[in-house]
């Protein structure tokens, strides 16, 4: 598995060697629902590089959290207790680029950061939360329309889907992606 993901990223970079390419960097804003949680406010950068007319790639840092609920026997009482959970994701994609929409597929890392506990307990106080594995993978589609704002700055609107495989919950929502081109 690791020697195909580090086959794919070098293929993707030595055509970018022998390409007119256009690069870009970015920031982005994200509001992500998950099947265990509501709304959630997400944010990253990335890089994007479109290699030929139509094909490309890019991958990225983002930090993203979900609220669980955990079933718990504590001093012999049934409490469900919330944690919200902290994710680090590294997604690493392809991308196609028409004048319509782009459209983005690739594998998503999860990896678990920390979990704070949002539910209080009378007399009773939490040790640190924590879980295993903590590296998930995933798989990532984004759909998003590409304005351009001048020479330099583009603005990208995306909607994603991203289930997160063995571990049961799935990301979805928009981001506004501003793209700087290099």
């Known amino acids: 598995m690791k020697i195909r993901i580090l086959t794919t990223f070098l293929l993707l970079i030595s055509l970018s060697l022998f390409s007119q390419s256009k690069r870009f960097v970015s920031v982005n804003v994200s509001g992500l629902l998950s099947t265990q949680s509501s709304l959630k406010p ?104 590409e304005i351009n704002l001048n020479d330099k700055f583009i603005l990208e609107p995306e909607i994603q889907y991203n289930p997160i495989f063995n571990y049961g919950y799935e990301f979805y929502g928009f981001t506004m992606k501003l793209k700087y081109k290099l």
């Open 42 to 145: 997400a944010f990253g950068i990335g890089y994007e590089e479109q290699v030929l007319k139509h094909h490309g790639y890019e991958f990225g840092l983002s930090y993203r959290s979900l609220t669980v609920e955990n079933f718990m026997s504590i001093n012999n009482k049934d409490w469900y207790i919330n944690v919200n959970e902290s994710y680090l994701s590294l997604p690493i994609c392809y991308k196609f680029y028409s004048k319509i929409v782009n459209f983005t597929t690739g594998i998503s890392f999860d990896c678990f950061l920390k979990g704070k506990y949002l539910t209080t307990v009378p007399n009773y106080e939490f040790k640190t939360y924590n879980i295993q594995p903590n590296l998930y993978v995933g798989w990532i589609f984004k759909i998003g329309k």
